[in-house]
């Protein structure tokens, strides 16, 4: 690289969490990368803890606020006073590798049309020698970002580099969503001609989460976000009861896939597995119910 180091801005929306962000901040005020040439913007979305003091204590940190409601907005409000040409993305509850940014902006100046480079995430375990079914749930079918930028083209933003011309082009993120929308940017970027680009040597490690309450929490949200970007409250009934029946029939191949999944150690981790698969699938399946039932109860009351 260069003597003259590109300035760049990293977002981190924020709710509560206060004691892993510091952990975050202060990985990231000890960084590779020159620190005249970065900031951190910690946008605090309606914490009930006390985040302005917890940012006050790393230098290269900046505290805003966004009163509305949803990640994607706060991170939009970090658009609105970043600096960087630059752009970086990562969430209060990672820990990012001390050269995260140094490899982030390597790889933008050697990729200059690229549109998003999504990094590598490495899952954390409460135990490490032993991870239980949720965690290894988890870390085997979520958060793949080379899965999600070569089939669904998209980053997820707990590990995503980019530009200010990007955002520029293709607009900020949908504010509509609280879940879902760093995908739905990511498709618009692509939708865009832009390339998108998996970085192994840009790491962040991310806590699995650890219970079946978790994961269900988690993807209830995903599942919400699918929901209206797909349109399904739009479908006829019927053609959304035919989907979620053929949803929740357990395929063959997908429990095979975890009888045979390598990172799967002894019978019982594999059990609980599967018992997790077939129980979230029953919760997307009654979570989109409910809001098709929840629009369609709405639509009936403004026609009245």
């Given at each position: ?10 977002i ?129 079918y ?15 933003t ?17 504010t ?48 919400t ?43 019982k ?36």
């Amino acid at each position: 690289m260069s003597n003259i180091r590109p300035f760049v801005s990293i977002i981190i929306p924020v709710y509560n969490d206060r004691d892993r962000l510091e952990k975050c901040l202060d990985i990231l005020e000890n960084q590779t990368y020159p620190k005249a040439s970065y900031e951190v913007i910690v946008i605090d979305n309606n914490s009930t803890d006390d985040i302005k003091s917890a940012v006050a204590k790393f230098l290269q940190a900046t505290y805003t606020f966004e009163g509305v409601v949803g990640s994607y907005s706060a991170r939009n409000k970090g658009l609105s006073i970043a600096k960087g040409e630059i752009l970086g993305f990562t969430d209060s509850d990672c820990a990012p590798a001390s050269n995260w940014i140094e490899k982030g902006v390597e790889q933008i100046l050697k990729n200059p049309d690229c549109g998003l480079i999504a990094g590598h995430i490495e899952f954390s375990f409460k135990d490490p020698e032993r991870p239980n079914p949720a965690e290894l749930y988890d870390s085997l079918y979520f958060l793949q970002q080379e899965t999600y930028i070569k089939e669904r083209h998209f980053g997820a933003t707990a590990n995503v580099f980019t530009t200010r011309k990007i955002f520029d082009i293709v607009g900020p993120f949908n504010t509509a969503l609280k879940s879902g929308g760093d995908r739905n940017w990511g498709e618009r970027v692509y939708a865009a001609g832009f390339q998108q680009i998996y970085a192994t040597d840009i790491v962040i490690a991310h806590p699995a989460r650890s219970s079946f309450q978790e994961l269900n929490k988690k993807l209830r949200r995903v599942y919400t976000g699918g929901f209206y970007i797909n349109k399904k409250s739009e479908k006829p009934i019927l053609d959304l009861l035919q989907e979620v029946i053929y949803d929740i029939k357990p395929p063959a191949r997908f429990l095979f896939r975890f009888l045979k999944e390598q990172g799967i150690n002894g019978k019982k981790d594999r059990i609980g597995v599967i018992f997790i698969y077939m129980f979230l699938k029953f919760s997307k399946a009654t979570t989109e119910l409910k809001l098709y039932w929840k629009e369609h109860n709405k639509a009936k009351l403004s026609i009245e």
